[in-house]
């Protein structure tokens, strides 16, 4: 279903099923940070996504896909590749999320709000030693702040199986591949933003699986799955690259506490880029060949986040 579509032949479309969906999520179910007294906008988004980022609640996922192992306040923001190609992307009818000649092919950038609730749940997960200060970096538990990512990975990759018969919750969860690769350009670091703040930075490798359905065997919500985000992959995408390949992701995670008065919130800024091997046999390695890391690292310096 296309809405509106360009008068002249090769025109693009103006507007896609996709876009319909976005404007709709962000109209009635983006969730709205200044009920937790947060400011959080997006200076800088880089050509090739989603203008504005997505702000859903997130703390019923975690829990579902963590089998209740994790029980946070938490809103995941983020945004995805659209339809507004970048120079080296060839595939104008499918998004840059999941074409495979893009450098924005299964990225995302992002920010996790996790509060700084009464129970104590926040400081339980993310912090070393919870009654010692929430604003310590060196207080920050790393194992907490990257099983983020992979649950993140794990939902989304889940929600390109809905329908999909036979598929067992359980046994997804305990096969979903997402396996740390050692290399000597993973680090640990304090790095500052623009305004001088300082925040822990982890910059690390994973083999998983790639967010592009099979539209044979799967049927995707309109609202509820990446569908709205990203659309669906079409004949030439699956030219170049099978459902569920195997990729490599690419990135980095950023940490550092806000405090708000009598409560604060941690802020976890997430991007990554993805390697792969098409079935041409033509390896593709944006993160190490294109500028979308800098231009993540842009848009990480051009965030607002603090307290209203």
Known sequence: MIVLIGIAAGTRFLFHLTDVASLLIRSFANYDLRKKGILLEYGYVAPGLH???????????????????IDLDVINTYTVGNYDKDPQSR?????????????????????????DDPLGRGKRFILNNPVGSPGDLSNLKQKSL???????????????????????????????????????????????????SMWLELTSRYSTVSA???????????????????????????ELTDPWHKIIIKG??????????????????????????????????????SDIKSQFEKMFQSLRIGCI
Not at 99 to 107: A, I, L, M, N, R
Not at 212 to 217: A, G, M, N, R, V
Request: with cysteine; net charge positive; aromatic share 14%.
């Open 91 to 115: 595939l104008s009818s499918v998004s840059n999320f999941l074409d495979p000649t893009s450098k924005f092919k299964d990225s995302w950038f992002g920010v996790y709000i996790i509060i």
């Open 212 to 238: 592009l359905t099979d539209t044979s065997k799967a049927d995707m919500h309109e609202l509820y799955s990446i569908k709205a985000y990203v659309g669906l992959p079409n004949k030439e995408v699956y």
């Open 252 to 289: 980095s995670l950023l940490a550092r506490y806000f405090p708000c008065g009598a409560r604060g919130f941690w802020a976890v800024v997430y991007f990554n880029g993805s390697s792969f091997i098409d079935k041409k046999g033509v390896p593709h390695d944006p993160w190490e060949t």
């Open 51 to 69: 203008k504005r980022p997505f702000i859903l609640p997130f703390t019923g996922s975690l829990q579902r896909f963590s089998l209740d192992t």
């Open 146 to 196: 990257l099983k983020l990512p992979r649950i993140d990975q794990m939902i989304v990759v889940h929600s390109t199986h809905q329908n999909q018969k036979g598929l067992d919750f359980i046994k997804y969860i305990a096969d979903f591949p997402f396996k740390k690769i050692e290399n000597p350009k993973e680090r640990v670091e304090i790095i500052k933003d623009k305004s001088g």
